[in-house]
């Protein structure tokens, strides 16, 4: 490992990556092509731990002159080079919850006014920042760069919370603070914001209309994250010598890293690895959950839990849905994609986006702390390991006594007795963790089927009832016919109805039947 590039994980300042000669994706074209655009004015929306902060440093070196820092990257001999003052404001980094917003960002200004030897006269977060940019001008000669990094989260930091009016003072803050932006652009050389989320247009972005927004452009799409080419042009030592690890060829391996870390997108076509797994995959060696890892989605799980969702996956959604969050109405999908746990997976000829789990990081991770906001079963290792068993030898009295295991393990006071549907969210979620390949409430002609599960060359149909019987479940599929939208498949056609007990928590009987 000692002869190896070292990796820069957690390394977000761009001189000290190079200064200390870690791995570098060069993705100087893009910041090239982004100076020679027309526009001034940019912003880009990318889930967190995908290499925002480090897009937002390398400007800063760029416009600070460090030319020796870019030796060997393409931007190298491509620009001037002229220094520019900088406003650099990393909400990350603000004490806005320890200070309040206005007072975190006035201090943050006099730090910057005090590093150019420039002071104030105006009072108000909105001016000073109009004064600090004609200050520099006047003194420099030059027009500022304003880098902006993780602008939304004083916004988004307290949703989480669920304080809603906290999110709203934040918002009205951010909007008096940016209302200067645009009547300075003469002393502007460049604007560039980063966050999470593109709020509405009706409510922060009306004073910065004159951004230009790269999150959905082609040509900047892979401005962040890894694609397939780069993993394999700059990782290749790491593949090889993880493959040795692994005892399989390097081929192999990239596949499996393909399939348990590639996949977001923003145009449905072009596929990314978000940068944070890969580093810690080729740090680790070993194919584990690292972006979850670095921060719990308590707050969305529980969401999930209160509308009784539980399959995310493969959901049409319009670009105006998930491309704009609005406080006052926030739309499941769009906290989901612009967080990065569901992904653009396809875009059809309308424009309509087709959002599903980017990998198998994101998806096993996710369906886990759903699981255990459903069921709190965190051990899962014999339920899941016996219903794997039955599934694969096709034993039904096995499978539906692993599923009364895994209900007899559910706390009561999490228990829902009194809904049919939490019964479908736990085996659902079960299966999922197995491995299977199931859908829920899946619509044909006739209705809409609960379940349908397909393993090898069986397909199995499944009606649920709640204190009823499994005899009610069986004739509700044979007379709606659920199974002829499956008979053209050549597989072995199962229907199974289930009746659970709410009172003892298990199911109470069952019925199966091959067509």
């Known amino acids: 490992m000692h002869s190896l590039q070292l990796l820069p994980i957690g390394q977000q300042d761009f001189s000290e990556l190079r200064r200390t000669n870690r791995l570098y994706v060069d993705k100087t074209n893009y910041i090239y092509n982004m100076l020679h655009h027309g526009s001034v004015f940019f912003f880009l929306a990318r889930p967190r731990r995908f290499g925002k902060s480090l897009l937002v440093s390398t400007l800063k070196c760029i416009f600070e002159?460090?030319?020796?820092?870019?030796?060997?990257l393409y931007i190298y001999d491509k620009i001037s080079w002229d220094a520019h003052p900088i406003i650099h404001l990393d909400f990350s980094n603000l004490d806005f919850k320890?200070?309040?917003?206005?007072?975190?960002?006035?201090?943050?200004?006099d730090e910057i006014a005090a590093a150019y030897s420039t002071a104030f006269k105006a009072a108000t977060i909105g001016s000073k920042f109009k004064e600090l940019m004609e200050n520099l001008y006047k003194q420099t000669g030059k027009q500022a760069v304003i880098l902006i990094d993780e602008y939304d989260k004083p916004i988004t930091d307290v949703l989480e919370v669920g304080k809603n009016e906290r999110a709203h003072e934040h918002r009205d803050i951010m909007r008096e603070f940016y209302s200067v932006v645009k009547g300075s652009s003469q002393y502007i050389r460049l604007f560039f914001m980063t966050g999470i989320a593109r709020f509405s247009k009706v409510s922060l972005f009306s004073d910065l209309n004159n951004l230009t927004d790269l999150s959905y452009s082609d040509y900047f799409h892979n401005m962040l994250g890894y694609t397939q080419q780069e993993l394999e042009d700059y990782f290749k030592p790491y593949l090889d010598i993880t493959a040795l690890k692994h005892n399989i060829s390097a081929s192999e391996l990239a596949e499996r890293v393909k399939e348990w870390y590639n996949?977001?997108?923003w145009n449905g076509v072009e596929k990314l690895y978000n940068p944070y797994s890969i580093l810690r995959f080729f740090g680790e060696q070993k194919f584990m959950n690292f972006w979850f890892d670095s921060g719990t989605p308590k707050f969305l799980v529980e969401w999930l839990k209160k509308q009784m969702i539980y399959d995310i996956s493969r959901k049409a959604v319009s670009p105006l849905m998930i491309e704009n969050f609005d406080i006052d109405n926030i739309n499941l999908y769009t906290l989901l994609f612009q967080t990065g746990y569901l992904t653009i997976a396809e875009c059809d000829e309308l424009g309509i986006y087709l959002l599903d789990y980017p990998n198998k990081e994101v998806r096993q991770a996710l369906l886990e702390y759903i699981m255990v906001a459903f069921a709190n079963s965190a051990e899962s290792s014999v339920w899941a390991r016996n219903i794997i068993r039955a599934v694969r030898s096709h034993d039904m009295p096995q499978l539906i006594q692993a599923i009364n295991?895994?209900?007899?393990?559910?706390?009561?006071?999490?228990?829902?007795?009194?809904?049919?549907k939490y019964f479908h969210a736990v085996i659902f979620l079960a299966f999922q963790l197995c491995g299977f390949h199931i859908k829920s409430?899946?619509?044909v002609s006739a209705g809409r089927i609960d379940a349908v599960m397909e393993h090898d060359n069986r397909i199995y149909i499944f009606e649920f009832k709640l204190n009823d019987s499994a005899a009610n479940a069986l004739r509700q599929i044979k007379e709606r016919a659920y199974y002829k939208a499956y008979e053209g498949a050549h597989r072995e056609i199962y229907l199974v109805g289930i009746n659970f007990s709410g009172q003892t928590k298990e199911v109470a009987e069952w019925l199966i039947e091959k067509i």
Not at 65 to 72: C, H, P, W
Not at 98 to 109: E, I, N, P, V
Not at 405 to 420: G, V, W
């Open 263 to 265: 996949g977001f997108s």
């Open 441 to 443: 409430e899946v619509s």
């Open 405 to 420: 295991t895994l209900f007899a393990s559910i706390p009561y006071q999490i228990f829902d007795q009194h809904q049919e």
């Open 65 to 72: 002159g460090k030319k020796e820092l870019f030796e060997g």
């Open 98 to 109: 320890g200070k309040g917003l206005r007072t975190a960002l006035s201090d943050r200004l």
